[in-house]
């Protein structure tokens, strides 16, 4: 199969590419290195620079690439950003999809890949969160998230262009070759090792009184690797005939911030000094992810879904690259 993955040359992105040409695909790139590195970039991957919002620059791509299908995960994703500028996610981010969908089905595209977020469930009424869940998406970026996939869907009745949606929380993890390197970071596993590393003093925990076992938050982190499966094993339904779909992406538990600080003390052998801060505001107790539907359709379940595992992967990632994909 040939896939478009926009977005590739991010963390996500770059490591499904690598997941991809490992399964025998041929893939083109595009991306404008806004977030992403060219070093991520897969050497076997053609790459094409380039912005969303250029519709001739992903016109021109698709026209001469004509890929089987696309998994589209460039995008503005923070959303304490998405709250402060919200006209830059439901302006940007909606409109450069809708560039790639209008040129997807130009050139008949027959899968389309979103990667989504578990931001579309803010209040979630049962945890953990499966698809049935009512949407109330949590911030401007969840909303620009929601508004795509509500686009998909009249793709698919008007064009029958198939599509998938996956959400999912907090991807962390690495493979050997490629990990997480944001400017400015702001994920917890990558920040806890700056510690680590001693680019940092302390690691901050926004709250210690949350209705939890140790008062501290609990997440769903979910394994990089296995969220490039997910999405590669989505694709190749989508190739095959099936139909569109949306599925949650989970780990099958949560971990509590107090964890995840615990576990990276016991991998990287650092004291890793941590401090209680004030509460964030809007920060839930618990959000935890469902991946009940995916594994039930489709057969996917995480093949990395200890914290412990996560953590060591990523430290010996960030060991190896402590400035990142700086040479």
Not at 64 to 69: I, L, T
Not at 101 to 116: N, T, Y
Not at 260 to 280: D, K, Q, S, Y
Request: negative net charge.
């Amino acid at each position: 199969m040939k896939i478009l993955v926009t977005g590739g040359a991010g963390y996500i992105g770059s490591i499904t590419v690598e997941r991809l040409i490992k399964a025998g695909a041929e893939v083109i790139v595009f991306d404008n290195l806004y977030q992403g590195h060219k070093d991520a970039i897969h050497p076997n991957a053609v790459f094409a620079q380039g912005d969303l919002a250029d519709k001739h620059a992903i016109e021109a791509v698709i026209s001469a690439h004509k890929p089987d299908g696309i998994m589209h995960f460039a995008s503005y994703t923070l959303v304490g950003e998405s709250v402060e500028k919200p006209f830059m996610y439901l302006r940007d981010n909606i409109l450069n999809g809708l560039n790639l969908m209008e040129s997807a089905v130009k050139h008949g595209v027959k899968g389309f890949i979103l990667s989504s977020t578990a931001n579309l469930f803010d209040d979630p009424e049962h945890m953990p969160i499966a698809e049935t869940e009512r949407i109330v998406p949590g911030s401007p970026y969840g909303e620009s998230k929601h508004i795509l996939e509500r686009n998909l869907h009249w793709m698919d009745r008007l064009y029958n262009m198939r599509y998938a949606c996956l959400r999912y929380f907090n991807a962390c993890g690495a493979t050997e070759t490629r990990g997480e390197d944001h400017d400015p970071e702001t994920h917890l596993i990558p920040l806890v090792l700056e510690v680590a590393l001693g680019q940092r003093d302390k690691i901050v925990i926004f709250g210690d009184d949350y209705d939890t076992p140790d008062g501290t938050c609990v997440r769903d982190y979910i394994h990089v690797v296995d969220l490039a499966e997910a999405h590669i094993l989505a694709m190749k339904t989508l190739l095959n005939g099936g139909s569109s779909i949306k599925y949650n992406l989970g780990n099958g538990r949560g971990f509590s911030v107090k964890e995840v600080i615990e576990t990276a003390r016991e991998v990287t052998g650092h004291p890793i000094p941590a401090e209680i801060g004030v509460r964030r505001p809007g920060d839930p107790d618990i959000l935890i992810a469902s991946s009940e539907g995916i594994n039930h359709d489709l057969g996917w379940k995480p093949q990395y879904p200890e914290l412990r595992t996560i953590i060591e992967m990523a430290w010996n990632w960030h060991q190896a690259h402590p400035n990142g994909y700086e040479k």
